[in-house]
């Protein structure tokens, strides 16, 4: 039989996983000729009627520290991680898709278009997680 505990925790990390998957982390502003686009690791949303679902391995480099993030959370929550390491991590992974995007603005092309998406950060998962941060400041949630 589960605890309380461990339901929570399972719970959170349902919810969190979710979150990484479908909150929109950046919106990718084509210097060129293309669409703006919002985009979700399981999907973009561009000329204002478009969705195209599954896009997952375009963009790897701009969202695989999501995952990362969602790891300290939950070892935060169970309590094996500090709440500064947690604020750090979630920041670094909101700030990768703006530093590719600089990166790229840096370094065009011979035509002058960016060979990296530039990607504009949505702070979702930051705002969540300090939320989370917050919430279990003082209790922290084990298996026992």
Sequence with gaps: MQTKNQIILILIGIISFLIVLLTPYGIDIDIGPGPVRLLAILWEYFALTVIRWFT?????????FRFITLYYIMRYIMGTTSKKKVIIISIISELIPLLLSIIGLIFPDPTGEP????????PILLL???????????????NN
């Design 56 to 64: 997952v391995l375009i963009y790897i480099p701009y969202y695989i």
């Design 115 to 122: 060979y990296i998406n530039t990607v504009i950060p949505i």
């Design 128 to 142: 969540y997680n300090l939320i989370l941060v917050f919430l279990f400041s003082t209790k922290k949630l084990t």
